[in-house]
């Protein structure tokens, strides 16, 4: 990974394990996240679904400050301190949750997944993508009722680590965000009554 370049990340549960299994692990995924996450990349939509998740990251410059926030990577190279972010992410998170529930072992795949966002219409296209997964899933039929998803918090106007104003200006507004999820949804509502 690259610095000051935005990325799919998406993850896996394990077999057919699922990830979280009460919204305390959600909550908590969440505050790790924030933990490890934050000082090396801005989030800008996120998913969190029963057995895999998704995030749309930007990551930040390469400083010696980025490095110093994970401490003992100071000297490491930019790539290897973004991989020992998330593999802090997914150790510490697996710790908590095997703690919890009286497991052991891994529970995600083995290395996450990430993509380089690199159009203007992909990166438009995958926060779309992130926020109508659980649609996708089957486990809501509207954006608004999936409580572990980015979308309702850019309706709200709660203070959050999401990088909200941009990502709401990339869309001109919360009326052009709100419209471009409406107006996909609709083209995907029609796909299905096409593709009897």
Not at 21 to 27: F, G, K, L, P, T
Not at 103 to 109: A, K, P
Request: hydrophobic fraction near 30%.
């Amino acid at each position: 990974m690259q610095p000051e370049t935005f990325y799919h990340i998406f993850n896996h549960a394990n077999g057919a394990e699922n990830l979280f299994r009460r919204d305390e692990n959600y909550r908590y995924f969440l505050q790790q996240w924030a933990k490890y996450i934050t000082p090396v990349a801005g989030t800008y939509a996120y998913c969190l679904m029963p057995n895999h998740i998704h995030f749309l990251i930007r990551t930040h410059p390469q400083t010696s400050k980025v490095s110093e926030n994970l401490g003992g990577l100071k000297n490491q190279p930019f790539e290897k301190t973004l991989s020992q972010a998330f593999s802090n992410l997914f150790n510490s998170y697996t710790k908590a949750f095997n703690r919890m529930y009286d497991r052991r072992g891994s529970l995600f795949m083995q290395n996450f997944k990430r993509k380089e966002i690199t159009s203007d219409s992909y990166l438009t296209t995958i926060v779309n993508y992130i926020h109508r997964n659980p649609i996708h899933h089957g486990f809501c039929n509207h954006l608004e009722e999936w409580p572990h998803s980015s979308y309702t918090t850019f309706l709200g106007n709660k203070p959050t680590k999401i990088e909200k104003d941009y990502t709401l200006e990339w869309f001109n507004g919360k009326e052009g965000f709100i419209k471009y999820h409406r107006e996909q949804q609709l083209l995907y509502d029609i796909s299905l009554l096409i593709d009897f």
